[in-house]
């Protein structure tokens, strides 16, 4: 019972914090920044995205990253970001096209699902492929170029797909990934030595791109659109209170234990790089505008700062 009590937890907290994190925010949008629902609605899709890279860091400092806590917050993470780029290429596609059809929606997910389903394996495909050749040759930078390939070739395939480029960037993290099972999981196997290798290749390329991507979010970013009167400071605040308080809800549901149940609340509270993705998308689609952006960033960096310190209390706590 203890070893499926977890496994059931996952499947209960995922899609409550899916729905708390997108419904709530939009809610709050709505009424108090009276925004239009469409922009409302993007506000909140926006702010279902979870950074589990910062959580992740901080549990490793506890040595939690394979507790049952840790892989419930690992799998509700990316399930998070999936149904955020979901939710987000419906939203993009109304804004293309003007009208939310029922069959074009229809179509959309049909064409997401089928991208989400038969992509890992086609890079495992490729994975294969390319290791082969790789030991056939023994280019120098090869690891590099392959990661660099498939991102880019994933990136073009989900906007063929009609879904946001970044939706193919997640398709390549799930065929490299360790954790990702698939029914043809059986017939290719993940050759950890080599995926090993690519990941290990991959992180100068983070290191380069990642302040780039800040600095570029960073010139986007027009602070004389926010509203520094108490009033809006205390806006602020209410939003952030609100987006921190959705994704800590979320967690009451995870196990039995309450110091379990908060741990994984506080670690799908930080947005993160992801949120600021998110947010980038929309404002270069003219879904949100400067004003809108600006505050949409700001909850973005607040829920980064507060939930690692929620994080490392409720992390201690436990330890106590």
């Not at 910062?54 to 892989?71: E, F, K, P, Y």
């Not at 009609?162 to 993940?190: D, E, H």
């Not at 780039?212 to 004389?224: A, T, W």
């Amino acid at each position: 019972y203890r070893l499926a009590n977890p496994v059931k937890s996952k499947g209960i907290v995922m899609p409550n914090n899916a729905t708390l994190t997108a419904l709530v925010p939009e809610w709050a949008s709505l009424y108090w920044l009276s925004l239009p629902p469409f922009t409302a609605l993007f506000f909140g899709c926006a702010l279902t995205a979870t950074s589990i890279g910062i959580s992740m860091r901080v549990l490793a400092l506890n040595n939690q990253t394979q507790s049952a806590a840790g892989q419930i917050i690992l799998g509700a993470a990316v399930i998070d970001d999936i149904v955020g780029v979901i939710l987000l290429s419906v939203l993009f596609n109304f804004a293309s096209s003007g009208e939310l059809a029922v069959s074009s929606t229809l179509v959309l997910f049909i064409m997401i699902a089928c991208f989400i389903i038969f992509s890992p394996p086609l890079v495992r495909v490729i994975i294969y492929l390319t290791r082969w050749f790789h030991l056939k040759t023994r280019i120098p930078g090869y690891e590099v170029f392959v990661v660099t390939a498939m991102i880019c070739l994933f990136a073009w395939l989900a906007h063929w797909f009609g879904t946001p480029a970044i939706l193919g960037g997640f398709a390549v993290g799930m065929g490299l990934s360790r954790q990702f099972t698939s029914p043809f999981n059986q017939y290719l196997k993940n050759p950890f030595s080599y995926t090993h290798k690519l990941e290990q290749s991959a992180k100068p390329l983070v290191q380069l791109f990642s302040p780039i991507f800040f600095v570029y979010v960073g010139i986007s970013l027009d602070l004389s659109q926010l509203d520094m009167s108490f009033m809006g400071l205390l806006l602020l605040a209410w939003l952030t209170f609100i987006a921190v308080a959705s994704k800590f809800m979320a967690g009451l549901l995870a196990s039995s234990n309450w110091h379990e149940k908060m741990i994984v609340g506080s670690a799908m509270v930080p947005r993160g790089e992801v949120g600021l993705v998110f947010a980038e998308m929309g404002r270069q689609l003219d879904v949100i505008q400067a004003k809108e952006f600006a505050i949409l960033v700001m909850v973005i960096a607040l829920t980064t700062l507060i939930g690692p310190l929620l994080l490392k209390y409720t992390s201690s706590k436990q330890a106590e």
